[in-house]
């Protein structure tokens, strides 16, 4: 593995989408902290001051790579009750599982037995637990400065939140959307925190802190049990990996999307390959090119993506040579393929860091729609995921509800070792949009020759849903329509304009470590976020 080659001159580095969480993460990594212990430090910091997107009570999941080994990846994605079946929904006259309240928080969260996993298996871990969650902690207490984002996410789910058991006292104090500027705090947050950091982070499955989230949950009506935290670990899994024509890029596995942000490049660059020739490609063919690429990519990913349990088949095999050139040979060069497609929402964060040693960790935590269940653990201040209303109640359904299952998720954090020696971890939030945005920046990079910042920072697309809407034609923001918009139109795109760098298009985020050493990283002007290197 060329990496293996990379000289380590101790440089780090971290991006997170709300600068607190960089800040909180480089500043572990300063100490001498790996990039484990900066990911779980910036991850508890974000799920304070981004509650929108993500939770101590969502999901998360982990790519881990040492220079010259192979990327490791954990699975921190919640299972559903033990007692989730169509018959608990249906006895209540329910035709499909509640978007918000109790009924919505059918699976748990397991982004804290993620954290716990990844410190199990850390080489370099230094700092004690409470080193890692005191800033949080004191965020918590102290209180955080509401954003644009995060008044924006208020604003819009409060007809919908208001009336959720636990959410108002906490997130709309006086009974008011937040605005931005004002302060809010969550002191019970800050407890569970210090709980966290006192008992371990497993306490909140197999202990004390564990049991009363769950009394409390079954009080509110979810099937959420006991036994169900109880017998919660997150997992080590193998990686899902495509070869290009430049290196190899790595995702995860099912239950995710990451199959689906592996087909678009592996595609893509098949039918660059053979189709680009000698010339350049314009964008308005780049962009063309991975739309229908996607098209393809997420055709497969609906019929296959299923929990680990329920797979049709072998998934290496549709990450073969065969498959990937049996879907280039239908992206049509001139037309688009018509698309009427069910869009999958999701709020949720990316982070990357960089060690001393020259590990690299991509991250991403969610609580999927912007805040939720909205139910709120009231003696913690903790938000709970509504991850499975991503579960059918049609028992014919590839995601049908049943006990101990994990849901669909769009969450996949991305990772590429390239043949010239560079490393780099990339990934977004925004459901849908994920994998179309990494598509976007890596392609960018790696085919066009931007920097990390201007891969990120140019008018991007997105096919399929906005944030709370769905909707099934192609959003382009403003500057890039004006660039492209015509041409994509004469070939059959059916677009609409969206203003320059909004977002929805997602917050992204990269760092690339080179053959030499030095380090180039990068967040999105579309987030609050930023980009460090120490």
């Known amino acids: 593995m060329e990496s293996s080659t990379q000289a380590l001159t101790g440089k780090v580095a971290m991006t997170a989408p709300h600068y607190k969480a960089t800040e909180v993460g480089l500043a572990v990594l300063q100490e001498g902290g790996s990039a484990i212990e900066a990911m779980v430090a910036a991850a508890a910091a974000i799920a304070v001051v981004y509650p929108h997107m993500n939770s101590l009570g969502g999901d998360g999941f982990w790519l881990i790579q040492r220079p010259g080994e192979a990327p490791v990846a954990i699975d921190a994605c919640g299972f559903s009750a033990a007692l989730a079946n169509n018959d608990f929904y249906t006895r209540q006259g329910l035709s499909a599982i509640p978007e918000r309240g109790p009924l919505a928080a059918v699976t748990l969260g397991g982004t804290l037995g993620g954290w716990a996993k990844a410190l199990e298996i850390d080489q370099h871990a230094s700092l004690p637990l409470s080193r890692l969650l005191e800033p949080a902690r004191a965020l918590a207490a102290d209180g955080i400065t509401v954003t644009a984002s995060l008044e924006a996410a208020s604003r819009k789910t409060f007809d919908a939140l208001q009336a959720v058991p636990g959410f108002a006292p906490v997130y709309l104090p006086e009974g008011k959307v937040l605005q931005e500027g004002e302060t809010l705090r969550n002191p019970k947050l800050a407890h569970f925190i210090s709980l966290l950091a006192e008992q371990g982070l497993m306490s909140a499955y197999q202990g004390e802190i564990g049991a009363t989230i769950a009394v409390e949950l079954e009080r509110l009506g979810s099937p959420l049990r006991v036994s169900d935290y109880q017998d919660y670990s997150a997992q080590v899994v193998t990686p899902l990996s495509v070869a290009i024509s430049q290196g190899l890029l790595y995702n995860l596995p099912a239950p995710t999307q990451g199959l689906a942000s592996l087909l678009i490049l592996g595609v893509y660059d098949r039918v660059r390959a053979e189709r680009c020739g000698a010339r350049d490609w314009s964008e308005a063919e780049q962009v063309h090119h991975l739309v229908e690429s996607t098209k ?228 999105d002007p579309r987030s609050d976020g930023a980009a460090l290197v120490g």
């Not at 729609?369 to 653990?377: A, D, K, N, T």
């Not at 298009?505 to 690339?512: C, E, N, P, Q, S």
């Open 296 to 523: 393809q990519a997420f055709i497969v990913r609906d019929r296959e993506v299923t929990d680990p349990g329920r797979l049709k088949c072998d998934w290496n095999a549709l990450l073969d040579e065969p498959h990937l050139q049996q879907l280039a040979a239908q992206v049509d060069s001139d037309k688009a393929l018509p698309w009427p497609h069910v869009a999958k929402h999701g709020d949720t964060i990316w982070m990357g860091a960089l060690d001393q040693h020259g590990t690299m960790v991509s991250f991403i935590q969610s609580i999927y729609w912007e805040f939720g269940s909205g139910v709120v653990i009231e003696p913690y201040g903790l938000i709970c995921n509504n991850r499975g209303v991503s579960f059918s109640l049609d028992a014919s359904h590839a995601n049908a509800l049943g006990p101990r299952l994990k849901p669909f998720h769009t969450l996949n954090p991305a990772m590429a070792i390239l043949n010239d020696g560079r490393r780099v971890v990339y990934g977004t939030m925004g459901g849908e949009g994920q994998p179309q945005t990494q598509a976007a920046l890596f392609s960018r990079y790696l085919y066009e020759g931007y920097s990390l910042p201007e891969a990120i920072a140019r008018g991007r697309w997105l096919l399929g849903r906005t944030w709370g809407e769905t909707s099934f034609n192609l959003k382009l923001e403003a500057d890039l329509d004006a660039r492209v918009g015509n041409e994509l139109r004469q070939r059959g795109h059916d677009i609409a304009v969206v203003p320059a760098q909004v977002e929805m298009m997602g917050h992204a985020g990269a760092i690339a470590l080179m053959s030499d050493g030095s380090v180039e990283a990068a967040t």
